[in-house]
Protein backbone atom coordinates (compact mmCIF):
# COMPACT_ATOMS: atom_id res chain seq x y z
CA UNK A 1 0.00 0.00 0.00
CA UNK A 2 1.25 3.33 -0.85
CA UNK A 3 0.71 6.81 0.92
CA UNK A 4 -1.18 7.44 3.97
CA UNK A 5 -3.91 4.29 3.96
CA UNK A 6 -5.71 2.60 6.69
CA UNK A 7 -4.84 -0.92 7.37
CA UNK A 8 -6.19 -3.10 9.97
CA UNK A 9 -8.05 -0.08 11.43
CA UNK A 10 -5.06 1.67 12.11
CA UNK A 11 -3.28 4.66 9.95
CA UNK A 12 -0.15 3.87 7.92
CA UNK A 13 2.80 5.45 5.93
CA UNK A 14 4.21 3.62 3.44
CA UNK A 15 3.27 0.19 5.47
CA UNK A 16 4.60 2.01 8.85
CA UNK A 17 1.97 2.08 11.66
CA UNK A 18 1.78 5.81 13.32
CA UNK A 19 1.12 4.11 16.12
CA UNK A 20 4.89 2.89 15.65
CA UNK A 21 6.26 6.02 15.02
CA UNK A 22 4.44 7.85 17.78
CA UNK A 23 5.61 5.13 20.01
CA UNK A 24 9.55 5.17 18.83
CA UNK A 25 9.87 8.94 17.80
CA UNK A 26 7.52 10.67 20.18
CA UNK A 27 5.00 13.48 19.01
CA UNK A 28 4.27 15.76 17.68
CA UNK A 29 6.56 14.61 14.75
CA UNK A 30 6.14 15.50 10.76
CA UNK A 31 5.77 11.85 8.90
CA UNK A 32 6.33 12.32 5.21
CA UNK A 33 5.18 8.84 2.76
CA UNK A 34 8.57 8.55 -0.04
CA UNK A 35 5.81 6.58 -1.87
CA UNK A 36 3.16 9.75 -2.02
CA UNK A 37 6.16 11.78 -3.35
CA UNK A 38 6.79 9.28 -5.91
CA UNK A 39 3.53 9.20 -7.14
CA UNK A 40 3.18 13.09 -7.83
CA UNK A 41 6.34 13.12 -9.08
CA UNK A 42 5.32 10.99 -11.95
CA UNK A 43 1.99 12.61 -12.56
CA UNK A 44 3.30 15.75 -13.36
CA UNK A 45 6.16 13.79 -15.54
CA UNK A 46 4.37 11.84 -16.76
CA UNK A 47 1.62 14.39 -18.06
CA UNK A 48 4.70 16.09 -19.80
CA UNK A 49 6.16 13.33 -20.96
CA UNK A 50 2.52 12.58 -22.66
CA UNK A 51 2.08 15.73 -24.43
CA UNK A 52 5.82 16.98 -25.32
CA UNK A 53 8.20 15.49 -27.27
CA UNK A 54 11.39 13.70 -25.37
CA UNK A 55 13.63 16.60 -26.94
CA UNK A 56 11.44 19.78 -25.21
CA UNK A 57 10.55 18.36 -21.62
CA UNK A 58 10.34 20.85 -19.04
CA UNK A 59 13.12 21.07 -16.20
CA UNK A 60 11.18 20.42 -13.18
CA UNK A 61 12.56 22.58 -10.56
CA UNK A 62 11.17 21.32 -7.19
CA UNK A 63 10.70 24.67 -5.37
CA UNK A 64 12.26 23.88 -1.96
CA UNK A 65 10.59 26.61 0.36
CA UNK A 66 7.60 23.99 0.59
CA UNK A 67 9.42 21.05 2.28
CA UNK A 68 13.55 21.92 2.09
CA UNK A 69 14.75 19.29 4.20
CA UNK A 70 17.79 17.68 2.86
CA UNK A 71 16.68 14.20 2.44
CA UNK A 72 13.49 14.95 0.87
CA UNK A 73 15.70 17.03 -1.63
CA UNK A 74 17.55 14.06 -1.78
CA UNK A 75 14.82 12.23 -2.65
CA UNK A 76 13.52 14.12 -5.64
CA UNK A 77 16.46 14.73 -7.19
CA UNK A 78 17.09 10.78 -7.33
CA UNK A 79 13.42 11.17 -8.80
CA UNK A 80 14.90 13.42 -11.43
CA UNK A 81 13.88 16.91 -10.05
CA UNK A 82 16.08 19.88 -10.74
CA UNK A 83 15.33 22.72 -8.03
CA UNK A 84 14.13 26.01 -7.45
CA UNK A 85 15.59 28.19 -4.79
CA UNK A 86 15.08 31.59 -2.76
CA UNK A 87 17.67 32.19 -0.25
CA UNK A 88 21.66 30.87 0.27
CA UNK A 89 20.24 28.53 2.89
CA UNK A 90 18.16 26.73 -0.26
CA UNK A 91 21.21 27.11 -2.15
CA UNK A 92 22.85 25.30 0.75
CA UNK A 93 20.86 22.76 1.19
CA UNK A 94 20.11 22.12 -2.81
CA UNK A 95 24.10 21.36 -3.30
CA UNK A 96 23.94 19.61 -0.39
CA UNK A 97 21.28 16.94 -1.58
CA UNK A 98 23.58 16.43 -4.42
CA UNK A 99 21.93 18.97 -7.30
CA UNK A 100 24.35 19.84 -9.49
CA UNK A 101 24.36 23.94 -9.82
CA UNK A 102 23.37 24.04 -13.55
CA UNK A 103 20.43 22.84 -12.40
CA UNK A 104 19.49 25.56 -9.83
CA UNK A 105 17.02 28.72 -10.44
CA UNK A 106 16.89 31.36 -7.94
CA UNK A 107 13.79 33.08 -7.82
CA UNK A 108 13.02 35.71 -5.03
CA UNK A 109 11.69 39.89 -4.88
CA UNK A 110 14.83 40.47 -2.61
CA UNK A 111 18.27 38.58 -3.56
CA UNK A 112 20.90 39.97 -1.23
CA UNK A 113 24.57 40.64 -1.87
CA UNK A 114 25.48 37.12 0.01
CA UNK A 115 23.57 35.04 -1.78
CA UNK A 116 24.39 36.41 -5.52
CA UNK A 117 27.36 35.96 -4.43
CA UNK A 118 26.88 32.83 -3.52
CA UNK A 119 24.92 31.02 -6.61
CA UNK A 120 27.23 33.54 -9.38
CA UNK A 121 30.27 31.46 -7.67
CA UNK A 122 28.52 28.07 -7.68
CA UNK A 123 27.40 28.85 -11.50
CA UNK A 124 23.59 28.07 -11.22
CA UNK A 125 21.31 27.88 -14.27
CA UNK A 126 19.56 31.38 -14.09
CA UNK A 127 18.49 34.52 -11.94
CA UNK A 128 14.51 34.85 -11.96
CA UNK A 129 15.11 38.95 -12.04
CA UNK A 130 12.05 40.98 -10.25
CA UNK A 131 13.10 44.61 -10.95
CA UNK A 132 15.40 47.00 -12.22
CA UNK A 133 17.11 47.85 -9.26
CA UNK A 134 18.06 44.44 -8.79
CA UNK A 135 19.28 43.71 -12.07
CA UNK A 136 21.75 46.40 -11.68
CA UNK A 137 22.90 45.17 -8.42
CA UNK A 138 23.20 41.50 -9.82
CA UNK A 139 25.15 43.19 -12.64
CA UNK A 140 27.51 44.94 -10.54
CA UNK A 141 28.35 41.80 -8.48
CA UNK A 142 28.86 39.76 -11.18
CA UNK A 143 31.66 42.75 -12.63
CA UNK A 144 32.92 42.64 -9.03
CA UNK A 145 33.53 39.00 -9.30
CA UNK A 146 34.48 38.22 -12.78
CA UNK A 147 30.92 36.40 -14.05
CA UNK A 148 28.11 36.55 -16.51
CA UNK A 149 25.05 36.35 -14.57
CA UNK A 150 22.25 34.64 -16.64
CA UNK A 151 18.95 35.40 -15.95
CA UNK A 152 15.37 35.53 -17.02
CA UNK A 153 12.72 38.67 -16.07
CA UNK A 154 9.50 37.52 -14.26
CA UNK A 155 6.96 38.53 -15.69
CA UNK A 156 3.72 40.00 -13.84
CA UNK A 157 0.96 39.25 -15.53
CA UNK A 158 -1.73 41.14 -13.83
CA UNK A 159 -3.79 37.54 -13.31
CA UNK A 160 -5.00 36.55 -10.12
CA UNK A 161 -3.74 33.27 -9.25
CA UNK A 162 -3.70 31.75 -5.72
CA UNK A 163 -5.84 29.81 -3.09
CA UNK A 164 -5.42 32.77 -0.33
CA UNK A 165 -4.82 36.25 -1.28
CA UNK A 166 -1.93 35.96 0.13
CA UNK A 167 -0.24 33.30 -1.54
CA UNK A 168 -1.61 35.55 -4.89
CA UNK A 169 1.34 36.94 -6.85
CA UNK A 170 0.33 37.77 -9.94
CA UNK A 171 -1.33 40.94 -9.64
CA UNK A 172 -0.36 44.19 -10.53
CA UNK A 173 -0.45 45.73 -7.17
CA UNK A 174 1.51 42.05 -5.66
CA UNK A 175 5.38 42.92 -4.91
CA UNK A 176 5.95 40.19 -7.91
CA UNK A 177 7.44 41.09 -11.08
CA UNK A 178 7.85 43.59 -13.85
CA UNK A 179 4.92 44.44 -15.87
CA UNK A 180 4.02 44.11 -19.52
CA UNK A 181 4.89 47.81 -20.20
CA UNK A 182 8.23 47.90 -18.35
CA UNK A 183 9.57 44.75 -19.38
CA UNK A 184 10.95 45.54 -22.45
CA UNK A 185 12.91 48.53 -21.28
CA UNK A 186 14.06 46.10 -18.92
CA UNK A 187 14.99 43.52 -21.34
CA UNK A 188 16.85 46.18 -23.26
CA UNK A 189 18.91 47.55 -20.62
CA UNK A 190 19.98 44.39 -19.15
CA UNK A 191 20.99 43.13 -23.38
CA UNK A 192 23.14 45.99 -23.06
CA UNK A 193 24.97 45.12 -19.68
CA UNK A 194 27.90 43.66 -19.51
CA UNK A 195 27.93 41.07 -17.03
CA UNK A 196 24.27 39.84 -17.39
CA UNK A 197 22.51 38.26 -20.26
CA UNK A 198 19.02 37.87 -20.51
CA UNK A 199 17.58 35.20 -21.88
CA UNK A 200 13.91 34.86 -21.11
CA UNK A 201 11.01 34.83 -19.13
CA UNK A 202 9.39 33.82 -16.24
CA UNK A 203 5.94 34.13 -14.26
CA UNK A 204 4.67 32.61 -11.71
CA UNK A 205 0.69 33.49 -10.59
CA UNK A 206 0.34 31.97 -7.18
CA UNK A 207 0.03 28.93 -4.85
CA UNK A 208 -2.87 26.24 -4.47
CA UNK A 209 -3.93 27.99 -7.67
CA UNK A 210 -7.53 26.24 -8.28
CA UNK A 211 -9.21 29.07 -10.37
CA UNK A 212 -7.03 26.84 -13.22
CA UNK A 213 -8.07 28.77 -16.34
CA UNK A 214 -5.40 31.41 -14.74
CA UNK A 215 -2.98 29.26 -15.63
CA UNK A 216 -3.91 29.21 -19.02
CA UNK A 217 -4.76 33.19 -19.37
CA UNK A 218 -1.17 33.98 -17.74
CA UNK A 219 0.14 31.55 -20.72
CA UNK A 220 -1.33 33.51 -23.66
CA UNK A 221 -0.03 36.68 -22.36
CA UNK A 222 3.29 35.35 -23.50
CA UNK A 223 3.77 34.50 -27.09
CA UNK A 224 2.90 38.39 -27.86
CA UNK A 225 5.41 39.43 -25.38
CA UNK A 226 8.14 36.77 -26.70
CA UNK A 227 7.38 38.01 -30.09
CA UNK A 228 7.98 41.70 -29.15
CA UNK A 229 10.92 40.83 -27.45
CA UNK A 230 12.50 38.95 -30.67
CA UNK A 231 11.39 42.08 -32.36
CA UNK A 232 13.55 44.04 -30.26
CA UNK A 233 17.07 41.73 -31.69
CA UNK A 234 17.26 40.07 -28.26
CA UNK A 235 16.77 36.51 -27.95
CA UNK A 236 14.40 34.61 -25.54
CA UNK A 237 15.03 30.96 -25.36
CA UNK A 238 14.02 29.88 -21.90
CA UNK A 239 10.48 30.25 -20.42
CA UNK A 240 9.79 29.60 -16.63
CA UNK A 241 6.45 29.19 -16.46
CA UNK A 242 6.30 28.57 -12.36
CA UNK A 243 4.31 26.60 -10.05
CA UNK A 244 1.16 26.66 -8.46
CA UNK A 245 -0.45 23.34 -8.82
CA UNK A 246 -3.05 22.97 -6.10
CA UNK A 247 -3.43 19.41 -4.41
CA UNK A 248 -6.57 18.29 -2.45
CA UNK A 249 -7.06 19.51 1.49
CA UNK A 250 -10.48 19.07 1.51
CA UNK A 251 -12.80 18.34 -2.00
CA UNK A 252 -11.10 21.41 -3.62
CA UNK A 253 -11.07 20.11 -7.39
CA UNK A 254 -7.95 18.90 -8.89
CA UNK A 255 -6.27 20.44 -11.99
CA UNK A 256 -6.24 18.12 -14.65
CA UNK A 257 -2.06 17.71 -15.85
CA UNK A 258 -3.67 16.64 -19.24
CA UNK A 259 -5.30 19.54 -19.26
CA UNK A 260 -2.42 21.91 -18.07
CA UNK A 261 0.05 20.15 -20.44
CA UNK A 262 -1.96 20.55 -23.44
CA UNK A 263 -1.68 24.16 -21.96
CA UNK A 264 2.02 24.27 -22.33
CA UNK A 265 1.89 22.09 -25.63
CA UNK A 266 -0.48 24.39 -27.59
CA UNK A 267 1.02 28.42 -26.44
CA UNK A 268 3.94 27.43 -24.50
CA UNK A 269 6.30 25.28 -26.88
CA UNK A 270 5.80 26.90 -30.12
CA UNK A 271 8.11 29.84 -28.53
CA UNK A 272 10.62 26.85 -29.01
CA UNK A 273 12.38 27.40 -26.02
CA UNK A 274 13.58 25.33 -22.92
CA UNK A 275 10.59 25.43 -20.37
CA UNK A 276 11.37 25.26 -16.82
CA UNK A 277 8.54 24.72 -13.97
CA UNK A 278 8.63 25.20 -10.41
CA UNK A 279 6.10 22.98 -8.87
CA UNK A 280 6.27 23.05 -4.70
CA UNK A 281 3.05 21.91 -2.67
CA UNK A 282 2.08 19.53 -5.63
CA UNK A 283 5.11 17.28 -5.11
CA UNK A 284 5.31 16.91 -1.52
CA UNK A 285 1.95 18.53 0.34
CA UNK A 286 -0.32 15.12 0.63
CA UNK A 287 2.85 13.00 1.31
CA UNK A 288 3.13 14.41 4.97
CA UNK A 289 1.52 14.66 8.07
CA UNK A 290 1.36 16.22 11.45
CA UNK A 291 1.10 13.44 13.93
CA UNK A 292 0.11 14.17 17.49
CA UNK A 293 -1.49 13.62 20.72
CA UNK A 294 -4.30 14.66 22.48
CA UNK A 295 -3.65 15.85 25.62
CA UNK A 296 -7.02 16.55 27.00
CA UNK A 297 -10.30 16.88 26.20
CA UNK A 298 -11.59 20.16 27.52
CA UNK A 299 -15.70 20.12 27.51
CA UNK A 300 -16.78 23.49 28.15
CA UNK A 301 -20.86 24.72 28.41
CA UNK A 302 -20.48 26.00 24.38
CA UNK A 303 -17.84 24.05 22.98
CA UNK A 304 -15.47 20.84 23.35
CA UNK A 305 -12.09 21.28 22.64
CA UNK A 306 -9.20 18.33 21.58
CA UNK A 307 -5.89 19.91 22.66
CA UNK A 308 -3.60 18.40 20.82
CA UNK A 309 0.46 18.63 21.67
CA UNK A 310 1.11 19.85 18.28
CA UNK A 311 0.74 24.07 17.84
CA UNK A 312 0.36 26.57 15.45
CA UNK A 313 4.45 26.99 15.78
CA UNK A 314 4.67 23.64 14.52
CA UNK A 315 2.00 24.08 11.70
CA UNK A 316 1.00 28.05 11.16
CA UNK A 317 -1.50 26.82 8.01
CA UNK A 318 -4.59 27.44 9.55
CA UNK A 319 -4.44 30.54 11.33
CA UNK A 320 -2.36 32.60 8.80
CA UNK A 321 -4.29 31.28 6.13
CA UNK A 322 -7.91 29.66 7.51
CA UNK A 323 -6.34 26.67 5.69
CA UNK A 324 -8.31 23.52 6.06
CA UNK A 325 -6.40 20.22 6.80
CA UNK A 326 -8.07 17.11 7.45
CA UNK A 327 -8.06 15.79 11.17
CA UNK A 328 -7.90 12.17 11.72
CA UNK A 329 -8.04 9.25 14.68
CA UNK A 330 -5.14 7.24 14.07
CA UNK A 331 -6.91 4.08 15.25
CA UNK A 332 -10.37 3.07 16.27
CA UNK A 333 -10.83 5.25 12.90
CA UNK A 334 -14.60 4.43 12.93
CA UNK A 335 -16.38 5.43 16.23
CA UNK A 336 -19.07 7.85 16.33
CA UNK A 337 -18.38 11.69 16.00
CA UNK A 338 -18.50 14.29 18.00
CA UNK A 339 -17.69 18.24 17.28
CA UNK A 340 -14.67 19.63 18.60
CA UNK A 341 -12.24 22.77 17.88
CA UNK A 342 -9.34 20.88 17.80
CA UNK A 343 -6.61 23.19 19.44
CA UNK A 344 -2.90 23.62 20.31
CA UNK A 345 -1.27 24.30 23.44
CA UNK A 346 -0.20 28.34 22.59
CA UNK A 347 -1.70 31.34 24.67
CA UNK A 348 -3.36 32.72 21.69
CA UNK A 349 -6.69 31.98 20.60
CA UNK A 350 -5.54 31.79 17.08
CA UNK A 351 -3.81 28.39 18.10
CA UNK A 352 -6.36 26.47 16.24
CA UNK A 353 -6.30 24.04 13.61
CA UNK A 354 -10.37 23.82 13.23
CA UNK A 355 -13.67 25.12 14.96
CA UNK A 356 -16.50 22.94 15.02
CA UNK A 357 -15.36 19.72 13.02
CA UNK A 358 -17.31 17.06 13.60
CA UNK A 359 -14.12 14.25 14.00
CA UNK A 360 -14.12 10.50 16.20
CA UNK A 361 -15.17 10.93 19.76
CA UNK A 362 -11.54 10.70 20.67
CA UNK A 363 -9.93 10.33 24.20
CA UNK A 364 -6.93 11.73 26.30
CA UNK A 365 -3.47 9.96 25.09
CA UNK A 366 -5.00 9.30 21.64
CA UNK A 367 -3.52 9.95 18.46
CA UNK A 368 -4.78 12.44 16.10
CA UNK A 369 -3.01 13.13 12.38
CA UNK A 370 -3.32 16.28 10.93
CA UNK A 371 -2.96 15.55 7.01
CA UNK A 372 -1.62 17.38 3.43
CA UNK A 373 1.03 18.97 6.03
CA UNK A 374 3.56 18.05 3.92
CA UNK A 375 4.19 21.68 2.22
CA UNK A 376 4.59 24.72 3.93
CA UNK A 377 4.78 22.78 7.09
CA UNK A 378 7.43 22.42 8.86
CA UNK A 379 9.73 25.04 7.06
CA UNK A 380 7.21 27.11 8.34
CA UNK A 381 7.25 26.30 11.99
CA UNK A 382 9.11 28.46 14.75
CA UNK A 383 10.48 28.14 18.66
CA UNK A 384 7.00 30.51 19.51
CA UNK A 385 6.22 29.95 23.57
CA UNK A 386 10.24 28.77 23.12
CA UNK A 387 8.98 24.60 21.91
CA UNK A 388 11.31 22.78 20.60
CA UNK A 389 10.01 22.30 16.68
CA UNK A 390 9.05 18.42 15.97
CA UNK A 391 11.04 15.58 14.60
CA UNK A 392 10.84 14.85 11.05
CA UNK A 393 10.39 11.09 10.20
CA UNK A 394 10.73 9.70 6.06
CA UNK A 395 9.19 6.81 5.31
CA UNK A 396 10.31 4.52 2.27
CA UNK A 397 9.37 0.94 1.60
CA UNK A 398 7.96 -0.17 5.25
CA UNK A 399 11.27 1.35 6.99
CA UNK A 400 11.06 4.94 8.94
CA UNK A 401 14.05 7.16 9.13
CA UNK A 402 14.43 10.64 11.19
CA UNK A 403 15.26 13.09 8.63
CA UNK A 404 15.85 15.75 11.13
CA UNK A 405 15.46 15.21 15.32
CA UNK A 406 13.33 16.74 17.53
CA UNK A 407 14.93 20.33 18.51
CA UNK A 408 15.76 20.10 22.42
CA UNK A 409 15.25 22.83 24.69
CA UNK A 410 18.85 23.76 25.29
CA UNK A 411 19.36 23.79 21.37
CA UNK A 412 17.32 26.65 21.11
CA UNK A 413 17.65 28.01 24.35
CA UNK A 414 21.63 28.05 24.29
CA UNK A 415 21.45 30.55 21.40
CA UNK A 416 20.61 33.29 23.80
CA UNK A 417 23.52 35.44 24.63
CA UNK A 418 23.39 38.01 27.95
CA UNK A 419 25.30 40.87 28.60
CA UNK A 420 27.86 40.65 30.88
CA UNK A 421 26.77 43.36 32.70
CA UNK A 422 23.30 41.06 33.12
CA UNK A 423 24.81 37.63 34.10
CA UNK A 424 23.11 35.99 37.25
N1 LIG B 1 7.85 29.54 -7.72
C1 LIG B 1 7.80 30.70 -7.06
C2 LIG B 1 8.48 31.88 -7.62
C3 LIG B 1 7.10 30.77 -5.86
O1 LIG B 1 7.04 31.94 -5.20
C4 LIG B 1 6.47 29.62 -5.33
C5 LIG B 1 5.75 29.67 -4.07
C6 LIG B 1 6.56 28.42 -6.07
C7 LIG B 1 7.26 28.42 -7.26
C8 LIG B 1 5.93 27.15 -5.61
O2 LIG B 1 4.55 27.25 -5.54
P1 LIG B 1 3.69 25.93 -5.25
O3 LIG B 1 3.88 25.01 -6.42
O4 LIG B 1 4.19 25.32 -4.00
O5 LIG B 1 2.31 26.41 -5.12
N2 LIG B 1 3.19 29.30 2.54
C9 LIG B 1 2.08 29.26 1.60
C10 LIG B 1 2.54 29.10 0.18
C11 LIG B 1 3.54 30.14 -0.29
C12 LIG B 1 4.02 29.94 -1.69
C13 LIG B 1 5.17 30.82 -1.99
N3 LIG B 1 5.69 30.71 -3.32
C14 LIG B 1 1.11 28.17 2.02
O6 LIG B 1 1.33 27.53 3.05
O7 LIG B 1 0.11 27.96 1.35
Not at 22 to 34: F, K, M, N, Q, R
Not at 205 to 233: C, H, M, Y
Request: charged share 25%; aromatic share 8%.
Amino acid sequence: MTGFTEIDGVLHADNVPLTQIAAEYGTPTYVYSASEIKKQYDALAGAMQKALPADRQPLLCYACKANSNVAILSYLRSLGCSLEIVSEGELKRGLKAGFKAEQIVSTGVGKQRSEIIAALEAGIHQFNVESLPELEHIDQIAGEIGKKATIVFRLNPNVSGGGHHKISTGRRRDKFGISEDSIYGAYQIAAEMENVEPVGLSVHIGSQVFTVESFKTAFSKLPDIVNNIRAQGNTVTRLDIGGGFPIVYKDEKLLDLDRYAEWVRDIILPLDTEIIMEPGRYLVGNAGALLSEVLYVKETHDQDFLVLDAAMNDLIRPTLYEAYHGIEAVENRDRPEHNYDVVGPICETGDTFTQGRDLPEMKQGELAVIKSAGAYGYCMASNYNTRGRPAEIFVHEGKSYVIRARETLDEIIDQDTVPDFLSA
